[in-house]
């Protein structure tokens, strides 16, 4: 009873990280699975015995701890070194300009990250990439992901549908990332079992994330306010990517954006992490840069 849990949470969690399925029935346990994963999985319960041997019951950091010895290694020669481990094996997600590299580099080597940089320079892809490898391999509980719902022009409540129909399409590029690198049954079970939790801004106020990664996409949009909140919202052992385009403000006229005032007074900061990216990090269509490029002399003309 204690190796599997409360209701057979580590078993569960062993099914959703590691992808096999458990049957278990006394002291009976059956794994199925891709070898590899099975193997894996063996591991970690053997670890889970091994520490219920020198102590009468398990803990969070228990599993997270055997989870992270079997961590993602290379499926092959062929996989780069680089690579960022995620739950569809098809997926082979590197960085792939200097800028991106010191953007992963930057997000492993610190709790709260900023990513500056203009449209298709891989900002929310890369940050959905990480979080999702720290949950794969047990480094966090949970992923939560927030967008603010600032209209691009448009106003919210000419949308039609409830408020959660209104704010899906704020959301999309972050579903859009996730679909890339899970199965969606995987995604719809880890979001029904509040695994992984896609809301709007506002939803964060008032709220403790411990052992969660955190991504803050389209962060431009956020006031100096709401940023202080968001920022606040760490807990211990979680991680948070803060992204933003701060050349596509959409607040209205006179308000200052919250990432760009959040990026002058945390410059420097111990802990704090502040990358920039440029037209020569965006890997979208070649048209992209150009777009990018010309828009931006239009504004220094202006």
Same mark, same amino acid.
Do not use: W
């Given at each position: 009873?204690? =190796?599997? %849990? ?5 078993? *569960? ?19 199925? %699975?891709? $070898? ?6 063996? /591991? ?12 009468? $019951? ?31 094996? $098809? ?10 590299? /010191? ?38 509980? *949970? ?17 039609? %549908? ?8 704020? =959301? *999309? ?27 709007? =801004?506002?939803?964060?106020?008032? *709220? ?29 052992? +979680?991680?948070?990517?803060?992204? %933003?385009?701060? /050349?596509?403000?959409? =607040? ?49 003309? +202006?």
């Amino acid at each position: 009873m204690q =190796l599997y %849990g409360p209701g057979d949470v580590n078993l *569960r969690t062993i099914r959703e990280v590691l992808g096999v399925k458990v049957f278990a029935r006394g002291a009976t346990m059956k794994l199925v %699975g891709e $070898s590899d994963d099975v193997g894996k999985a063996a /591991s970690v319960i053997e670890a889970l015995r091994t520490a219920l041997k020198k102590k009468k $019951s398990l803990t969070a950091d228990d599993m997270s701890d055997a989870l992270a010895a079997v961590a993602v290694k290379r499926a092959s020669d062929d996989v780069p070194t680089d690579f960022i481990p995620v739950f569809r094996k $098809s997926a082979i997600i590197q960085p792939k300009t200097d800028g991106q590299k /010191s953007y992963v580099e930057a997000v492993a080597q610190n709790d709260l990250c900023f990513c500056l940089g203009p449209a298709g320079t891989g900002k929310t892809y890369l940050a959905v990439a990480m979080a999702l490898s720290l949950l794969k391999t047990g480094r966090i509980k *949970r992923l939560v992901l927030a967008r603010p719902a600032v209209e691009a022009g448009e106003k919210l409540g000419f949308l039609p %549908g409830d408020l959660q129909a209104k704010v899906n399409p704020y =959301l *999309r590029p972050i579903y859009d990332a996730m679909h890339d690198m899970m199965d969606f049954e995987q995604i719809k079970r880890f979001m029904d079992n509040d695994v992984i939790e896609v809301v709007p =801004l506002a939803f964060m106020r008032g *709220r403790t994330l411990n052992n969660a990664a955190i991504i803050l996409d389209e962060a431009q949009n956020a006031t100096p306010q709401q940023m202080l909140m968001s920022l606040t919202r760490m807990g211990h052992r +979680s991680k948070m990517i803060v992204t %933003g385009d701060d /050349s596509q403000v959409d =607040l209205d006229s006179g308000r200052q954006s919250g990432l760009v005032d959040a990026v002058r007074r945390l410059t420097g900061v111990d802990g704090i992490a502040i990358v920039r990216l440029d037209k020569l990090d965006i890997v979208r269509h070649k048209l992209v840069t150009r777009i990018v490029q010309a828009y931006g002399e239009n504004n220094r003309s +202006s």
